[in-house]
């Protein structure tokens, strides 16, 4: 399973993007589709997740202001990023967690690379 993400740039503040993640290959579902912030620690942090049956969570950070949504029969994913602050500026990753039935169960996670977000005041 490959991610590829686009849409990243650079907007002022109160300006917007949307992202997009495209999950290729075949054989597979997707299960949880989800957007990560690299931050400043070695963690990665959670922007806003998708489950394959819809159910959605955001970061504190993204209420009321991101949104997040998917296209099953395509497998991919969006992030509408609406009244971008300075403080959203970081690398965006995709992720999602995915599943094979065939030959054999195998279950993983699959990263796409990194967008750019910037926001300049």
């Known amino acids: 399973v490959q991610l590829q993400a686009s849409g990243g740039g650079s907007v002022q503040s109160g300006g917007s993007l949307r992202l997009s993640c495209t999950a290729s290959?075949?054989?597979?579902?997707?299960?949880?589709m989800a957007w990560h912030r690299q931050g400043s620690g070695n963690q990665r942090d959670l922007v806003a997740s998708i489950a394959r049956g819809g159910t959605i969570n955001y970061a504190d950070s993204a209420k009321g202001r991101f949104t997040i949504s998917r296209d099953t029969s395509k497998n991919t994913m969006y992030l509408q990023m609406n009244s971008l602050k300075p403080e959203d500026t970081d690398v965006y990753y995709c992720?999602?967690?995915?599943?094979?039935?065939?030959?054999?169960?195998?279950?993983?996670?699959?990263w796409g690379q990194g967008t750019q977000v910037t926001v300049s005041s």
């Open positions: 992720e999602a967690d995915y599943i094979f039935y065939q030959p054999e169960v195998v279950v993983g996670r699959a």
């Open positions: 290959g075949s054989g597979f579902r997707i299960n949880t």
